[in-house]
């Protein structure tokens, strides 16, 4: 499985507007997202994208469910940094690995909750899955509110073969 990880910052004139602005900006806005907690699969591919998710990666359609991992603050305070980040490791073998995310006021906060969320990630398990690998994301506040955003995207399902609705 190919796990494709993307990262924008968007602005809007609501921070729920910035919000979706971040989220057209890394290919997703069309989708209803599931957040995933921070586990990643054996035999996974970890792909970062330089920009948007590309469509033609993207499986599935308008208004499908959306599994990801994914880090997002918003600020609507003129001066204030909006940072968001998602940090990885995997094991070189079998590439099972962990995902976290992070998001704050600073760039330094999110690397450094990110590095020792793993850290200790890794040693609640008792593993060492080696190096620590992330993408980190900001932007400042100007006028308008904004969002930062970091993602990862593991796979899409639609509605008609999905889980049974309550009560049809």
């Known amino acids: 499985m190919q796990i494709h990880i993307a990262s924008s910052n968007g602005t809007g004139p609501t921070a729920l507007a910035a919000f979706d602005a971040a989220l057209n900006a890394n290919g997703i806005a069309n989708y209803n997202l599931l957040q995933l907690s921070s586990v990643i699969p054996p035999q996974s591919e970890v792909v970062v994208q330089p920009q948007a998710i ?22 609507d305070v003129v001066n204030q940094e909006a940072w968001a980040g998602i940090g990885w ?43 620590i690998h992330m993408v980190v994301t ?6 308008m509110p904004v969002c930062a955003m970091a993602v990862a995207v593991y796979q899409a399902s ?11």
Request: one cysteine or more; a negative charge.
């Open 158 to 168: 639609d509605w008609a073969n999905g889980p049974h609705l309550i009560g049809v």
């Open 54 to 75: 590309p469509a033609e990666l993207m499986p599935g359609t308008w208004g499908d469910r959306l599994y990801v991992v994914m880090a997002e603050q918003r600020t």
């Open 89 to 131: 490791v995997q094991d070189p073998e079998t590439k099972k690995g962990l995902f976290v995310e992070h998001e704050g006021f600073s760039e330094h906060a999110v690397r450094s909750d990110i590095t020792t969320t793993l850290t200790a990630l890794m040693k609640t398990r008792g593993v060492d899955f080696g190096e």
């Open 138 to 143: 900001g932007t400042t506040c100007t006028y």
